[in-house]
T-cell receptor, first 111, second 113 residues
Framework: GESVGLHLPTLSVQEGDNSIINCAYS??????FIWYKQESGKGPQFIID?????DKRQGQRVTVLLNKTVKHLSLQIAATQPGDSAVYFC??????????FGTGTRLQVFP | DGGITQSPKYLFRKEGQNVTLSCEQN?????MYWYRQDPGQGLRLIYY???????QKGDIAEGYSVSREKKESFPLTVTSAQKNPTAFYLC????????????FGDGTRLSIL
């Protein structure tokens, strides 16, 4: 399988628990943020995004929280399932510039 | 069903050889991107194209080349000048260049013979 997840911080949770994955972003001018999920051997999959005029955005079983004061982003996954096991990473976008990707966190879900 | 198709899934390169990775999208997106992914690192931008017939270097363009002759296609050539080409290569596209979600293909793993 894909070895992209080597040496990444790991979050281990039990099936059914809630998961919180954190991301510190680098640039205070960033105004758009995305969370991606990457399974072994596959490309990143868009989960949810948020713009800087919001503090919170909810999707299906996922919530993204944005704290611009401390440049922090979090992804909350409710009722974590085995299929949620993957590497998760955030990306930030400075206006008119490219996306900058974080290195990721591996989520492991135990039965 | 719209999406991004990368081929081949696995590719092997001999010393001194150029190889080309294919990326096709049917999402009608203007912008396309190539990234390199190495273990334990974030995605690094190789080249990007904001619109057909235009492209710009990203952060690690040395040893790579691209073309954007058609809106739906953005092939990447890994030249012999790229001395450490072993990596997972990802192509992405977005409606426009900035402040839009990028959608990814399933990657090509390139290895050295």
């Amino acid at each position: 399988g894909e070895s992209v997840g080597l040496h990444l911080p790991t979050l281990s949770v039990q099936e059914g628990d809630n998961s919180i994955i954190n991301c510190a972003y680098s640039n205070s001018a960033s105004d758009y943020f995305i969370w991606y999920k990457q399974e072994s051997g596959k490309g990143p999959q868009f989960i949810i995004d948020i713009r800087s005029n919001m503090d919170k955005r909810q999707g299906q079983r996922v919530t993204v929280l944005l704290n611009k004061t401390v440049k922090h982003l979090s992804l909350q996954i409710a009722a974590t399932q085995p299929g949620d096991s993957a590497v998760y990473f955030c990306a930030e976008n400075i206006p008119t510039d490219k996306l900058i990707f974080g290195t990721g966190t591996r989520l492991q879900v135990f039965p | 069903d719209g999406g991004i198709t990368q081929s081949p899934k696995y590719l092997f390169r001999k010393e001194g050889q150029n190889v080309t990775l294919s990326c096709e999208q049917n999402l009608n997106h203007d912008a396309m991107y190539w990234y390199r992914q190495d273990p334990g690192q974030g995605l690094r931008l190789i080249y990007y194209s904001q619109i057909v017939n235009d492209f710009q270097k990203g952060d690690i363009a040395e040893g790579y080349s691209v073309s954007r002759e058609k809106k739906e296609s953005f092939p990447l050539t890994v030249t012999s000048a790229q001395k450490n080409p072993t990596a997972f290569y990802l192509c992405a596209s977005s409606i426009t260049f900035s402040n839009q979600p990028q959608h990814f293909g399933d990657g090509t793993r390139l290895s050295i013979l």
